[in-house]
């Protein structure tokens, strides 16, 4: 069956350090892979996606994401965080079968970043 | 700009009281899809739709109707609302043309009494 993995349901940084978020997914055939955010008290946002191509994708806000289809995951990082980088961020995996199509989302990794 | 919509933002009712929630969404998609979010528990889909008429049972549906009125339309229907709906509801649509990205809503604030 399908699923998403975010291991670290909160993850704690320091302001100006790097940073590397971790999705592992389990799908048969080429997904479709996301990353969104939902920084507090809003909706959620898109961060990154990837389907198919170069596997290292750029996103918003200076993160970028490497696909790795051997180790099943699909990572996030950012080389420096900023305190208003403190969200909520989840991953997910489009699954498509004839007419149906929907994500099926991790539980999300909550980001606190100390200034 | 792809764009959806929610009403009300915020709802407070009573349990047993009767709650729907609307979404818009002016982006020509054919799929919509009704979350609930709570601590602990991410994203849970409560039912989904392909086009006008057309619904979906999602993976937590109890307790929960739906109904797509128009390509733009998809409305959530609690008609016994109970306290264990008290939530943070959003609202996605999305399409295969669009690599299946989905676009959000605001939220809807849901408590129940």
């Known amino acids: 069956a399908q699923s998403v993995t975010q291991p670290d349901a909160r993850v704690t940084v320091s302001q100006g350090a790097s940073l590397q978020l971790r999705c592992k997914y389990s799908y048969s055939g080429t997904p479709y892979l996301f990353w969104y955010v939902q920084y507090p008290r809003q909706g959620l946002q898109l961060l990154l996606k990837y389907y198919s191509g170069d596997p290292v994708v750029q996103g918003v806000n200076g993160f970028e994401a490497e696909f790795s289809k051997s180790n099943s995951s699909f990572h996030p990082r950012k080389a420096s965080v900023h305190w208003s980088d403190s969200a909520v961020y989840f991953c997910a995996v489009s699954h498509n079968v004839g007419d149906n199509s929907k994500l099926i989302w991790g539980l999300g990794t909550s980001l606190v970043v100390n200034p | 700009e792809a764009a959806v919509t929610q009403s009300p933002r915020n709802k407070v009712t009573v349990t047993g009281g009767n709650v729907t929630l609307s979404c818009r969404q002016t982006?020509?998609?054919?799929?919509m899809y009704w979350y609930r979010q709570d601590t602990g528990h991410g994203l849970r889909l409560i039912h989904y739709?392909?086009?006008?008429?057309?619904?979906q049972i999602g993976d937590v549906p109890d307790g929960y109707k739906a109904t797509r009125t128009t390509q733009e339309d998809f409305f959530l229907l609690l008609e016994l609302a109970s306290p264990s709906q008290t939530s943070l509801y959003f609202c996605?649509?999305?399409?295969?043309?669009?690599?299946?990205?989905?676009?959000f809503g605001p939220g809807t604030r849901l408590t129940v009494l």
């Open positions: 996605a649509s999305s399409d295969w043309d669009w690599g299946y990205e989905q676009y």
């Open positions: 739709s392909y086009g006008a008429g057309n619904l």
């Open positions: 982006n020509s998609h054919n799929y």
